[in-house]
């Protein structure tokens, strides 16, 4: 019988040491240790041995138990460490690998200008306004003294959105929305995106950023509109900069004007920059025509006011020689860049 353990030991450690993984390991556990397995077999010969044999025979079989398992487990510890040796080395970070550069980012120009513009603005006490780019026909056009045949309405017809709605032309439907909810007096800009089907060249997109501004109250007068607009060249453009005013239609002014202002890249001498006129056109402006206050019940005899709007796009590529709008928008970092 001690022969039967001796080999049964020996046959074990064999096995054990070359399995090859932990389930292997647990296999062998089982095969060895398990209610049928090798060493539960061998105990049941314990009945037929002599009385006298049998605590010889216990004490060899704890100790082959004992053996056996102290096998098992250096051989399952030696797995396990094999195992997370490997998963570390697949998982493992070369910390001696120069680091990621983080490269700093910026506002994109015409976010930038757009918040010089608002601050502008803002200390002359102007509120800043966001309103709907999916606007309604009537505050784009009906409310703003352009029907359904004017001409001008013609010009802008773009990229409707069912009936009656489309993607705004222009920030100037804010002036009605803003006059139904609010009383006079009152001064706001209104900044945000416009749609138009322009054909795309350096100094048009379908789509553009407009700023549209508005002040009402009593005896209003174009000289208040040079004054704000005067201003506010001289803050965004240097305080060298002049303002001209020229003669010019919009339906929802009278009378109109288009508004330069003397070139800053040649001090209104004449250069590329301003095709040799020595004025670069930022805007068109005027005094608020009175069937725009009858839309939203003003009296006009009583409230007058002027109204103004710029391309933030033109501002942008005037201010930093920029020589097309596409450039904006094409996400090149080597042009985005410059601006940081």
């Known amino acids: 019988m001690q022969h039967e353990i001796d080999a049964l030991v020996a046959r074990g450690i064999e096995e054990i040491q070359k399995a090859g993984s932990l389930r292997d390991v647990e296999t062998l556990r089982v095969q060895f240790f398990g209610k049928k397995g090798s060493l539960a077999e061998l105990q049941k010969t314990l009945g037929s041995l002599p009385v006298e044999e049998r605590p010889a025979f216990g004490a060899r079989m704890n100790d082959a138990r004992a053996r056996l398992g102290e096998v098992l487990d250096t051989k399952n510890a030696d797995l396990e460490e094999q195992s997370l040796n490997v998963k570390l080395a697949a998982e ?39 309103g709907p780019e ?35 032309t222009q920030t100037s439907p804010m002036q009605i929305r803003t006059f139904e909810r609010f009383a006079p007096p009152l001064a706001a800009i209104s900044p945000g995106k ?3 089907r322009d054909a795309v060249d ?9 700023v549209e501004g508005f002040l009402v109250d009593k005896g209003v007068s174009m000289a208040d509109l040079k004054g704000v607009l005067t201003t506010f060249a001289h803050r965004m453009f240097g305080s060298e900069t002049r303002i001209r005013f020229r003669p010019d239609f919009f339906p929802f002014v009278e009378p109109g004007a288009e508004v330069a202002i003397s070139c800053f890249a040649c ?19 005027g005094m608020i025509h009175p069937a725009v206050f009858k839309s939203v019940g003003y009296d006009y005899q009583e409230w007058s006011g002027f109204a103004f709007g710029m391309g933030i796009e033109r501002i942008v590529m005037k201010k930093y020689g920029v020589p097309d709008i596409r450039m904006f928008y094409e996400n090149d970092m080597r042009f985005l860049s410059q601006f940081h």
């Open 134 to 168: 999916l606007e309604e026909e009537y505050y784009n056009f009906d409310a703003l003294n352009i029907p359904v045949h004017h001409p001008a309405r013609e010009d802008q017809d773009s990229f409707y959105v069912g009936e009656g709605r489309l993607l705004r």
């Open 194 to 196: 416009c749609f138009r």
């Open 202 to 210: 350096a100094t048009h997109l379908h789509t553009f950023h407009q």
């Open 92 to 130: 493992s970070i070369d910390i001696s690998l120069p680091g990621r550069e983080q490269r700093e980012g910026g506002l994109h120009p015409v976010s930038d200008v757009s918040r010089q513009i608002f601050r502008i603005f803002e200390s002359m006490g102007f509120t800043v306004l966001d």
């Open 267 to 285: 001090g209104g001498k004449g250069c590329r920059t301003c095709k040799q006129t020595g004025w670069i056109e930022i805007g068109g402006a």
